[in-house]
């Protein structure tokens, strides 16, 4: 066994370079220095690694602007999740101390309103929805009126929805045409507030609870109160408040003490000429209304009224009427009705009606509905609250 430490020195000339290197065996324990080993270590001493190039004095190249950073795209505004809910199941409440926060809970006010509504079904009391929809059954061949009260869906069979309604001969209709008036008819009245009696109430298949309910029943019960009944409180002048459940040009129609009933434009303003009712009148809108004629028939149980809103806007505070201090002065109208003699008009503001002769007229084309005018006030009926007087188109 040897031990051996030594340097072999070697020089190696690569393209006018010389390069010396020593290679330095270290001491090695427990090896015998063979040939073989000094072989290894003389072929160790040959290997040269090769010299780095020498770089050329070249100009160097101009610095490349950094890249433009790309802009982040700006982070869309949070919109609610809408998604599937991860959470099928609600655990338990979890109390606290805090008695001053009242909140209230989606359950706890459904079952108020289904122990409502069981009470209203026993007591057949008279109650008070919104039309939200029409619909039909699943085979097609009926017409459902969707009404909510509170959270409580309320559905009522279109041939009881519309039994008070004016719908001229609809007994002799087919099943099918009948069908179509229903749907037509009801379109006109989402977001009617309607009266109805709950019959029963149910759930579906997913558990959410519905009523079934009739308007029939409560304009019956409301008609035996106010008409018919040995307390009847309704007469000419008796003012009520209506409910708008469908609004057309030319006339609203209401639910009042449980008759429906149309007004035409005129009897909806005293104090203005209102050409298009939809543009001042919305369904679902309050009205107070006062009963200007009333044909009432016990035997038959038939109620017929007309009602009126500019009455109420006319008698319920102190408005002008036509008077002698009128004859002479000049007024603006507008034209809401022609005849062959007769331009029939109402002084704007004051909703007091004006006659003026055609050959009163100082103009070449003829007048026509909606046409505002000068009037020279010549004469006064007081008692039919008009006047009577010429023109000229302004």
């Keep these: 066994m040897a031990k051996k430490s030594e340097v072999v020195a070697?020089?190696?000339?690569?393209?006018?370079?010389?390069v010396a290197e020593e290679v330095k065996t270290e001491d090695v324990?427990?090896?015998?220095?063979t040939p073989e080993v000094e072989a290894a270590i003389e072929a160790a001493a040959e290997t040269v690694e090769e010299p780095e190039a020498v770089a050329e004095d070249v100009p160097a190249e101009p610095e490349k602007p950094a890249p433009a950073r790309a802009e982040r795209p700006r982070?869309?505004?949070?919109?609610?999740?809408?998604?599937?809910s991860q959470v099928s199941r609600l655990g338990s409440i979890i109390r606290d101390d805090n008695d001053l926060i009242v909140a209230d809970l989606p359950v706890e006010d459904?079952?108020?309103?289904?122990?409502?509504?069981?009470?209203?079904?026993?007591?057949?009391?008279?109650?008070?929805?919104?039309?939200?929809?029409?619909?039909?059954?699943?085979?097609?061949?009926?017409?459902?009126?969707?009404?909510?009260?509170?959270?409580?869906?309320?559905?009522?069979?279109?041939?009881?929805?519309f039994f008070h309604s004016q719908m001229k001969d609809i007994e002799a209709d087919s099943d099918e045409q009948k069908f179509l008036r229903y749907r037509r008819k009801g379109s006109h009245m989402l977001g009617a507030v309607v009266s109805f009696v709950p019959r029963a109430i149910g759930?579906?298949?997913?558990?959410?609870?519905?009523?079934?309910?009739?308007?029939?029943?409560?304009?019956?019960?409301?008609?035996?109160?106010?008409?018919?009944?040995?307390?009847?409180?309704?007469?000419?002048?008796?003012m009520a408040k209506a409910s708008i459940i469908s609004v057309g040009p030319r006339y609203v129609t209401v639910e009042c003490l449980g008759i429906e009933v149309t007004i035409g434009t005129g009897g909806l303003s005293a104090y203005e000429y209102i050409e298009d009712a939809s543009e001042h009148f919305k369904t679902g809108?309050?009205?107070?209304?006062?009963?200007?004629?009333?044909?009432?028939?016990?035997?038959?149980?038939?109620?017929?009224?007309?009602?009126s809103?500019?009455?109420?806007?006319?008698?319920?505070?102190?408005?002008?009427?036509?008077?002698?201090?009128?004859?002479?002065?000049?007024?603006?109208?507008?034209?809401?009705?022609?005849?062959?003699?007769?331009?029939?008009?109402?002084?704007?503001?004051?909703?007091?009606?004006?006659?003026?002769?055609v050959a009163e007229y100082a103009g070449i084309d003829k007048l026509v509905t909606g046409d505002t005018v000068a009037m020279l006030v010549t004469g006064v009926n007081?008692?039919?609250?008009l006047v009577i007087g010429r023109c000229m188109k302004t």
Aim: proline share 3%; hydrophobic share 40%.
């Design 10 to 18: 070697t020089e190696v000339v690569l393209d006018d370079v010389s």
């Design 29 to 33: 324990l427990d090896i015998e220095v």
């Design 75 to 84: 982070r869309a505004a949070k919109t609610p999740y809408t998604g599937p």
């Design 110 to 161: 459904q079952q108020a309103e289904i122990n409502e509504m069981k009470r209203f079904i026993r007591s057949r009391q008279v109650t008070y929805g919104t039309v939200f929809g029409v619909e039909t059954s699943s085979d097609g061949k009926n017409v459902y009126m969707a009404v909510k009260r509170d959270t409580i869906r309320v559905l009522i069979p279109a041939q009881d929805f």
């Design 203 to 238: 759930e579906n298949d997913n558990g959410i609870p519905f009523v079934i309910g009739s308007r029939k029943d409560a304009m019956d019960a409301s008609q035996e109160k106010h008409f018919f009944g040995p307390r009847a409180d309704v007469k000419v002048g008796s």
């Design 285 to 307: 809108q309050g009205l107070y209304v006062a009963v200007e004629k009333l044909e009432v028939d016990k035997a038959a149980r038939t109620v017929q009224a007309t009602l």
């Design 309 to 357: 809103h500019s009455l109420v806007e006319r008698l319920s505070a102190k408005v002008e009427t036509a008077n002698r201090s009128m004859v002479s002065g000049r007024y603006m109208a507008t034209v809401v009705a022609t005849t062959t003699n007769y331009y029939i008009v109402i002084i704007n503001g004051l909703k007091i009606r004006g006659l003026i002769p």
């Design 382 to 385: 007081e008692e039919k609250n």
